[in-house]
């Protein structure tokens, strides 16, 4: 589902003033988006042990398959 962006009216006067949706221009930068640096060091040795593990069963299913011919 999508968000539905409200607008609200003002009257001034006999007018009605329509404010527009607010966006971020990206003009104002905190200090602290910069220097985000994320340590994902744990996944990629989380993912070496899952490929090195799924290799090994791999070979050993592939050795048991000559061996119950």
Same mark, same amino acid.
Request: aromatic residues 10%; hydrophobic residues 35%; positive net charge.
């Given at each position: 589902?999508?968000? #539905? ?7 001034? &006067? ?36 899952? &490929? !090195? !593990?799924? &290799?090994?069963?791999?070979?050993? !299913? ?6 119950? #011919?």
């Amino acid at each position: 589902m999508s968000k #539905k962006n409200k607008r609200q009216t003002r009257r001034a &006067g006999s007018t009605v003033v329509e404010s527009a949706p607010l966006t971020n221009s990206g003009s104002t930068s905190r200090g602290g988006d910069r220097d985000f640096k994320p340590d994902y060091s744990y996944v990629m040795k989380d993912l070496k042990r899952i &490929g !090195l !593990l799924a &290799g090994t069963f791999f070979a050993i !299913l592939i050795a048991l398959s000559f061996f119950l #011919k």
